[in-house]
């Protein structure tokens, strides 16, 4: 299936730390932020490090949203895919990585993006 996968490194957060830090501070907001932009959650799955840092995924009808971070470096990765199945959500899928990477405020983002399946277009 078509879709979209955004991928983005965010070094020097800016953010409160609690949101890099704890799962219940990071979690509602991926949810949120998802919902927002339009998207279908159907799972959210995250998990808190010791003493700080968490990983999680929210699952999504149209693919998946996923976030790593290391708070000792104020270091976060980003994973946005969607998928093009019931219609186009490329827009969605940009808006959303921008609210997310506008979020946590990195004083620098690598971002890349890639095509998937586009032998299916």
Same mark, same amino acid.
């Given at each position: 299936?078509?879709?979209?996968?955004?991928?983005?490194? =965010?070094?020097?957060?800016?953010?409160? =730390?609690?949101?890099?830090?704890? =799962?219940?501070?990071?979690?509602?907001?991926? #949810?949120?932020?998802?919902?927002?932009?339009?998207?279908?959650?159907?799972?959210? !799955?995250?998990?808190?490090?010791?003493?700080?840092?968490?990983?999680?995924?929210?699952?999504?009808?149209?693919?998946?949203?996923?976030?790593?971070?290391?708070?000792? !470096?104020?270091?976060?990765? =980003?994973?946005?895919? #969607?998928?093009?199945?019931?219609?186009?959500?490329?827009?969605?899928?940009?808006?959303?990585?921008?609210?997310?990477?506008?979020?946590?405020?990195?004083?620098?983002?690598?971002?890349?993006? #890639?095509?998937?399946?586009?032998?299916? #277009?």
């Amino acid at each position: 299936m078509d879709g979209i996968h955004l991928i983005a490194d =965010l070094y020097d957060c800016q953010c409160p =730390l609690p949101l890099i830090e704890t =799962l219940t501070t990071l979690e509602p907001c991926m #949810v949120t932020a998802a919902k927002d932009a339009d998207m279908q959650v159907v799972g959210v !799955r995250f998990h808190q490090f010791q003493p700080v840092g968490v990983t999680g995924v929210v699952l999504l009808a149209e693919s998946h949203v996923a976030v790593h971070t290391w708070p000792e !470096r104020a270091y976060v990765t =980003l994973d946005v895919y #969607v998928c093009n199945h019931t219609g186009d959500n490329q827009s969605k899928a940009e808006c959303l990585f921008e609210a997310l990477i506008q979020l946590f405020n990195p004083k620098h983002a690598e971002r890349v993006q #890639v095509k998937r399946g586009s032998r299916f #277009v």
